[in-house]
Nanobody, 127 residues
């Protein structure tokens, strides 16, 4: 069964950090572009950060540049999102996705492209 399972969400104070993980099962991530997306209450889903399947080309939304870092460990079949200096506006449900299509990381994020999606993990930034 093909699955993406996110973990690592939670409640954190402004300025804090969280590390999200997304583990794949039933398929190998090696050839997939991977991404993190989020959806805040009452807002549309947006692409946060995406990474290519080769050369590790990354894309970040302007709102998270310099604070978030995406990485992948193909040996562990996992993609990560390190989130530092979190702000209340980072609150939302975070989803990971995998895309086998020939999109760039930027296109994957900006057009919300994904062949497989996780179920999401809640991130709440509040004092």
């Amino acid at each position: 069964q093909v699955q993406l399972v996110e973990s690592g969400g939670g409640l954190v104070q402004p300025g804090g950090s969280l590390r999200l993980s997304c583990a794949a099962s039933g398929f190998t991530l090696d050839f997939y572009r991977l991404g993190w997306f989020r959806q805040a209450p009452g807002k549309e889903r947006e692409g946060v950060s995406c990474i290519s399947n080769n050369y590790g080309v990354t894309y970040y939304a302007d709102s998270v540049k310099g604070r978030f870092t995406i990485s992948r460990d193909n040996a562990k079949n996992t993609v990560y999102l390190q989130m530092n200096n979190l702000k209340p506006e980072d609150t939302g449900v975070y989803y990971c996705a995998a895309s086998l299509s020939g999109y760039t990381a930027k296109t994957m994020c900006r057009e919300l492209r994904g062949d497989y999606w996780g179920q999401g993990t809640q991130v709440t930034v509040s004092s």
